[in-house]
């Protein structure tokens, strides 16, 4: 017992932490836990991804679980041959990057302005700001006030009608606010307005912020269908989420009426649709590593402030 202590105290000197037994085996049970929890969360994914390069009969009687049962790309290739699958793709990448562009237009500037303790009625706009994230009014509300402004199959109610995410806004704002006065003031000494100030020294600065509500935004763009679904009725508009559904749908609905999957075929509509959900998921796979260091740090310094 005493050689374990001056063990203890030898290696507290050193800088040496010693876990004990009890340490040990909660860091070992809080290491399985995490590794049972990101499994039970990518496995579907990976059930998505074996079962596209599967035989479509193995995949209707549940015999795909681990592995792939008779790899085959036949699901892709029928994928690629979908009717509107390119145009929405395409549109999926317009409402996206196009939307992510008025989004950061939106939400940089307002919370710029939200930011300085100079703006006249700064806590009612903040107040008024704050309020639309617990009340709204609602689908329908919403739906005929886009009937109203004849905005119903507009490419533009996709991309205007969301233009900003108040809870990504208050983050923006946050990190403004960390930025030092001196150096507005500095700027301010040597003839610079407001928007030169916002463009070469705020915006700048705010990478890490900028980086990961721009994360925020592109998901929220790329994986939304709810309103797409609703506003667009012209199949050349809507974007790849609304194709899946849709294909889902149909699935469903013609189930009866689909031809009997057996040993020798090469696709069914259940294998082609794992296949575009596929495509659709490698987008933002692809997209994420490359923001991803920012996206802590983006964070953690923006919420520091309320």
């Known amino acids: 017992m005493k050689k374990t202590q001056s063990i203890r105290q030898s290696g507290k000197h050193a800088g040496i932490k010693i876990q004990s037994r009890g340490e040990k085996v909660f860091d070992a049970c809080l ?9 039970i969360i990518l496995y579907p994914i990976y059930y998505v991804l074996i079962a596209s390069v599967s035989q479509p009969l193995p995949v209707e009687n549940g015999s795909v679980i681990l592995t792939p049962v008779g790899f085959n790309l036949d699901s892709y290739r029928q994928a690629f041959r979908t009717p509107f699958l390119w145009t929405s793709l395409m549109n999926s990448l317009y409402y996206t990057f196009g939307g992510v562009l008025v989004n950061m237009a939106f939400s940089t500037t307002m ?10 009625g700064r806590k009612i ?6 309020f639309t994230m617990w009340f709204s009014a609602g689908i329908i509300p919403l739906y005929m006030t886009f ?31 960390q930025v030092p006065e001196s150096l507005e003031e500095a700027a301010f000494i040597d003839g610079a307005g407001d928007f030169r100030i916002f463009s070469k020294i705020y915006l700048p600065l705010s990478k890490p912020a900028l980086a990961t509500v721009g994360l925020f935004y ?11 679904m609703n506003l667009l009725t012209d199949d050349s508009k809507v974007p790849l989420q609304v194709l899946l559904k849709k294909l ?47 996206f802590r740090s983006g964070l953690t310094l923006g919420a520091n402030k309320g």
């Open 31 to 39: 290491n399985a836990f995490g590794v049972i929890l990101v499994a």
């Open 218 to 228: 592109a998901v929220n763009r790329w994986n939304g269908y709810f309103w797409p």
């Open 147 to 177: 009937r109203d402004f004849h905005m119903l199959n507009s490419r533009n109610a996709i991309l205007f009608g969301f233009a900003m995410n108040t809870y990504n806004m208050i983050i923006l704002k946050s990190f403004f606010e």
């Open 125 to 130: 706009f903040t107040l008024f700001t704050v």
């Open 248 to 294: 889902l749908v149909d699935k469903v609905k013609n189930e009866m009426e689909s031809a009997i999957v057996t040993a020798s075929s090469l696709s069914n509509q259940t294998t082609i649709i794992y296949a575009l959900i596929i495509l659709a998921i490698i987008p933002m796979a692809i997209v994420y590593p490359f923001v991803q260091k920012y």
């Open 111 to 120: 919370a710029y302005a939200l930011s300085k303790k100079r703006l006249v």
